[in-house]
């Protein structure tokens, strides 16, 4: 069984940010089973990089639609992409050097979790208001 599954709860209703959405807990299981393998540091350093990138690509997107759209709370939406882009630019630091300062059991939790927030807490914020001037 995955380690995160995909469900409805985390349907937003805007397909490109679904795919997104969908892409991320693709990289986020990915990871996971590159670690609980044993996969050894480099597999897993380029499958960070590769989330990595998709976060920092989706975040731009939604950032972009929300500029577009006029969203009200879109520097506070920001800010939120900005922290988590850096937590986890500094946890793929630390698992380059092999430094991680937790067991890797919880930075997977926490890389669940921030997903799983940022989607039912963060973007379900802006849903309303784009469901109703982006076509999807
Ligand atoms: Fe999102």
């Known amino acids: 069984m995955a380690f995160m599954t995909w469900d409805e709860?985390?349907?937003?209703?805007?397909d490109v940010i679904d795919e997104d959405h969908k892409r991320l807990v693709d990289l986020v299981n990915e990871l996971h089973r590159s670690?609980?393998?044993q996969a050894g540091a480099e597999?897993?350093?380029?499958?960070f990089d590769r989330l990595a990138d998709a976060t920092?690509?989706?975040?731009?997107?939604?950032?972009a639609l929300l500029d577009e759209t006029g969203y009200e709370d879109t520097a506070e939406h920001k800010?939120?992409?900005?922290?988590?882009?850096?937590q986890i630019q500094d946890l793929k630091a630390k698992f380059r050097h092999n430094v991680l300062t937790a067991p890797p059991a919880l930075i997977m939790d926490f890389l669940k979790d921030?997903?799983?927030e940022h989607i039912l807490i963060s973007d379900k914020k802006y849903v309303s208001h784009l469901s109703t001037r982006h076509p999807g």
């Open 9 to 14: 709860r985390l349907c937003v209703g805007i």
């Open 35 to 37: 670690i609980t393998s």
């Open 43 to 47: 597999v897993s350093v380029a499958i």
């Open 56 to 63: 920092r690509f989706h975040f731009a997107r939604e950032e």
């Open 79 to 86: 800010r939120g992409h900005h922290d988590l882009i850096l």
């Open 114 to 116: 921030w997903l799983t």
